[in-house]
């Protein structure tokens, strides 16, 4: 026989003739009738209206004249049976979301949760056994993934081969890198005939033949252009445009898989300024320097920092340095701080509890004060641009 709740205006009736827990919500009260199977059935009212009281109660049931009772108000409720504990409760009524469904009456032991997008699209939960199985993925996987709108992976590189006693960047071609004043074109050229797909002799150079300039345009526009190379003869760039070099690397290659000798992008005309450059043997230009495309925002989530050496302790002060002042929130004509660690023949790596932030158009770079000469330094920087 079904326990049946009957709320009246002026009452509360409860048949108790089932053995198990019930909980109806009917206008001001929500009541709780429990056999907890020891002879001990349990009753517990809550009282919602502000006239009354707030509480829950705890009742005994054995303390009613029968199995079957009715009471005229709550007063008499409490006057009747015997109050066990009285617990202040909290009252949180709140719509369900948008789309969102639910049911008035739930069968005991049938309950169901239901997820619901934001659109009130229902969407299942995978498990096991009926044990949820969850997989949390971090966030910039995510973003490693393309599974985040308007988001890409972001790395950078840095090495100098040859510190000596002094401060110098993070550029491959050694001493301070100075970035161009104005958009210009360029010339590429190569220390090693090999870099050239179509030699003097006809065949083909082992090094590399051609490679992807990747760059920002005066306004910041993010560009590329490929380059073939000649060799030992500077090659001039199609464009005229390039105002920061932010990446080179091989595109195509001879046998031999990379550079045969250093290759290196200077000014139009000139080999004042090494704007890139790609090493003997590697692939890649590998210069911590760069600049934050338009409409772009850089958030740097980690740094690595090493030095060595052939002989000798080595030590130097690593520091990643920017034209934006985050205290002020406004880009700055000079170079600011942001990390700074000190290394003796070690590696560091750190992942930035607080990313560094970096607005469009800031101009980035890591350099190394060595404190010993012939220091190897590498470093490393990672985040992601949104």
Not at 177 to 206: C, L, R
Not at 260 to 270: D, F, K, P
Request: net charge negative.
């Amino acid at each position: 026989m079904p326990t049946v709740i009957r709320n009246n205006t002026n009452n509360i009736e409860i048949d108790v003739s089932v053995n198990h827990k019930i909980t109806v919500s009917k206008g001001g009260y929500d009541v709780i009738y429990e056999d907890i199977g020891d002879g001990m059935p349990m009753v517990y009212v809550i009282f919602r209206s502000s006239t009354i009281i707030d509480s829950k109660i705890r009742l005994d049931w054995r303390d009613c004249s029968s199995p079957d009772a009715t009471f005229t108000s709550a007063e008499n409720l409490r006057d009747t049976l015997t109050i066990w504990n009285i617990q202040k409760v909290s009252i949180n009524d709140s719509a369900l979301p948008s789309g969102a469904s639910t049911s008035v009456n739930q069968i005991n032991g049938s309950q169901a949760s239901k997820f619901v997008d934001e659109n009130g699209t229902p969407y299942g939960v995978k498990h096991i056994s009926n044990k949820p199985r969850v997989s949390s993925m971090p966030y910039l996987y995510d973003v490693a993934e393309g599974n985040v709108a308007d988001h890409i992976g972001w790395s950078k590189i840095g090495y100098n081969g040859k510190v000596d006693i002094g401060t110098e960047d993070m550029i491959a071609q050694g001493g301070t890198y100075v970035f161009p004043a104005s958009a210009i074109q360029m010339d590429i050229v190569s220390s090693s005939a090999e870099d050239d797909p179509v030699k003097a002799d006809t065949n083909p150079g082992t090094g590399i033949h051609t490679v992807t300039l990747y760059y920002l345009d005066g306004s910041g526009a993010e560009k590329s252009v490929d380059i073939t190379l000649n060799g030992t003869a500077p090659v001039a760039t199609s464009v005229s445009d390039i105002y920061r070099v932010n990446n080179m690397r091989a595109k195509v290659c001879g046998t031999g898989g990379s550079a045969a000798g250093t290759i290196t992008l200077s000014e139009h005309g000139g080999t004042t300024y090494k704007y890139g450059y790609i090493a003997a043997g590697q692939t890649r230009m590998r210069q911590c320097v760069y600049t934050v495309p338009a409409g772009k925002t850089l958030y740097i989530t980690s740094i690595s920092f090493s030095i060595g050496g052939a002989a000798a302790t080595k030590t130097a002060v690593f520091t990643t340095v920017a034209k934006y002042d985050n205290k002020a929130s406004v880009a700055r004509d000079f170079f600011i701080p942001y990390n700074e660690v000190v290394l003796e023949d070690a590696a560091y790596h750190r992942e930035l509890e607080v990313p560094t932030k970096l607005p469009a158009g800031t101009d980035l770079k890591v350099k190394v004060q060595s404190f010993t000469a012939d220091s190897i330094c590498q470093c490393s920087l990672r985040g992601w641009l949104e």
